[in-house]
């Protein structure tokens, strides 16, 4: 399946709860693949300023669905919202 849009959420969050995230990230990568409609990859990314959770889907309406989905809204940001220094910015981008 072919990336049609990406997902991208870039939090700031401190070197020393980046384990913390890393795990969030890691326990609901394989419920994401295998679950969520629409879904065809997911990468973290780090950088010194912040990290990305880079997420792939089909189309811009499954990468929209998934932000109001159980698993975001009930497990993934409830499990990072602690980690935040700040408020993510989430951003949907098209593949051209």
Known sequence: ???????????????????????????????????????TSKELLIRDEDVQVLHGFDSIENAKAYLDSDMFKNDVAVGLSSLWSADPDVRIYMVA
């Open 1 to 39: 399946m072919n990336v049609k849009a990406y997902l991208e959420i870039t939090m700031v969050i401190s070197e020393e709860n980046r384990p913390a995230a890393a795990k969030v990230y890691t326990d609901y990568r394989g419920p994401f693949l295998s679950q969520i409609k629409g879904a």
